[in-house]
């Protein structure tokens, strides 16, 4: 059976360097993923890369970690908090609260890309691309959802093939995080063999893993888009400027 071919990739995906959880600087107190952090985005005229995740109630969240420690004042694992509690989460190093989704949208109300991080537990839920897709559904920016899991991916080509998606990978899963794979998993992810089952409008793939045999085939074969993670040196520079179409940096000012 031919592999599907996906639809190209809209042109503003890839006109602007990305914020990596929009554009934080700590020693600032602009904080990751928070309010201060998007207004920075759209002040430096960047687009927006963020990490949705769900509430124990099932709203998006804007939140990057599975549990609190490193962000904020509180600890245990993110996904027990109510909405409620997630908006009264104190932030280390801001007066900032978590946004939903839909807070997000209504900020940046269609004035930068925004490129959305489902975040997964791997686990075949899919309730997160769900909810992302319902709250995007009234909103008229750009927008694009992406994930490391290729069955949240497979779901928003199935449930909402209109908004632009995106699988994020790596070449080989090395690091410790993903030691809950096979290693089989780790090279069929890594080799793209569930392409056909996600249709990804682009590839969101480790800086330090390119080039990659399987994202040239993508792009020589289906022109896929090519952003690059997480971009934060010179040669990090000239890696994404040679393999891929845009990067998603942190740490500077492109």
Same mark, same amino acid.
């Given at each position: ?16 360097? /990305? ?11 602009? /904080?990751?993923? +928070? ?10 005229? %960047?687009?927006?890369? &963020?990490?949705? !995740?769900?509430?124990?109630?099932? =709203? ?6 599975? +549990? ?16 409620? !509690?997630?908006?009264?989460? =104190?932030?280390?190093? +801001? ?13 940046? #109300?269609?004035?930068?890309?925004? &490129? /959305?991080?489902? *975040? ?6 899919? #309730? &997160?691309?769900?909810?992302?897709? $319902? &709250?995007?559904?009234? %909103? =008229? ?28 990978? $790596?070449?080989? %899963?090395?690091?410790? =995080? ?5 290693? $089989?998993? *780790? ?5 793209? #063999? ?13 800086? *330090?893993?390119?080039?990659?045999? #399987?994202?040239?085939?993508? !792009? ?22 040679? %393999?891929?179409? !845009? ?8």
């Amino acid at each position: 059976m031919p592999v599907p071919v996906p639809s190209a990739a809209p042109a503003w995906l890839t006109a602007r360097p /990305i914020a990596h959880r929009a554009l934080h600087d700590a020693a600032a107190g602009i /904080i990751e993923n +928070t309010p201060s952090a998007v207004d920075a985005a759209l002040a430096g005229n %960047y687009a927006i890369e &963020v990490d949705i !995740q769900l509430s124990a109630d099932g =709203e998006a969240m804007v939140f990057h970690d599975d +549990t609190l420690e490193r962000l904020t004042l509180s600890t245990g694992p993110a996904n027990t908090l109510s909405t409620a !509690q997630f908006e009264a989460l =104190e932030l280390r190093g +801001t007066s900032d609260r978590t946004m939903t989704l839909a807070d997000l949208l209504a900020r940046v #109300a269609g004035r930068t890309p925004l &490129v /959305i991080e489902l *975040k997964s537990h791997f686990d075949g839920n899919d #309730a &997160v691309a769900r909810r992302a897709i $319902e &709250v995007l559904a009234g %909103y =008229e920016g750009p927008a694009a959802l992406m994930s490391f899991d290729p069955g949240l991916v497979a779901s928003v080509c199935r449930l909402a093939p209109h908004i632009p998606r995106g699988f994020t990978m $790596e070449r080989r %899963y090395d690091d410790p =995080e993903w030691d809950f794979l096979t290693p $089989e998993t *780790k090279s069929a992810w890594g080799a793209l #063999a569930p392409f056909a089952e996600m249709q990804p409008h682009f590839l969101a793939h480790y800086v *330090k893993e390119l080039p990659s045999e #399987a994202v040239t085939w993508a !792009q020589r074969t289906h022109g896929i888009a090519v952003l690059t993670w997480t971009v934060r040196s010179a040669q990090d520079r000239a890696t994404a400027a040679q %393999y891929a179409d !845009q990067m998603i940096f942190e740490g500077f000012r492109p």
